[in-house]
């Protein structure tokens, strides 16, 4: 079973209801869209909950794989907060992102949206 919820299952924002807007925002990923001298510019795409079911999409493959090689099923659980804040990178310290070739693909495995069987908690 894979979910994709705000704040993920646990923790102290669990219970919270929150727009694609909302999590761009509290996830810092809106300090990137606009001039540094105005207020952020929204997003012209859900990209919260588009990073959130690309994560999700890629751990359930993982977890697939997983069952097919162990017969064991695995609940993904992931956050779209976790999502943006891996997405926006340094952002939140006030470093704008400079990508280069050395850089690891987009798709590479995000810590924490992995299956546990995988070796992360």
């Known amino acids: 079973m894979t979910s994709i919820t705000p704040f993920g299952q646990n923790g102290p924002y669990a219970q919270f209801k ?29 990209q919260a909950y588009l990073h959130a079911a690309a994560d999700a999409a890629e751990a359930t493959m993982m977890a697939l794989y997983h069952r097919g090689r162990t017969n064991e099923g695995q609940h993904i659980d992931v956050s779209a907060m976790e999502s943006v804040l891996w997405t926006a990178g340094p952002c939140p310290f006030g470093i704008m992102p400079r990508f280069s070739r050395n850089d690891p693909p987009i798709s590479s495995p995000r810590p924490g949206n992995t299956p546990r069987a995988f070796g992360n908690a």
């Open 18 to 46: 929150a727009s694609d807007i909302v999590v761009q925002a509290m996830g810092v990923l809106l300090c990137q869209a606009g001039y540094p001298d105005r207020a952020p510019v929204r997003t012209a795409f859900p």
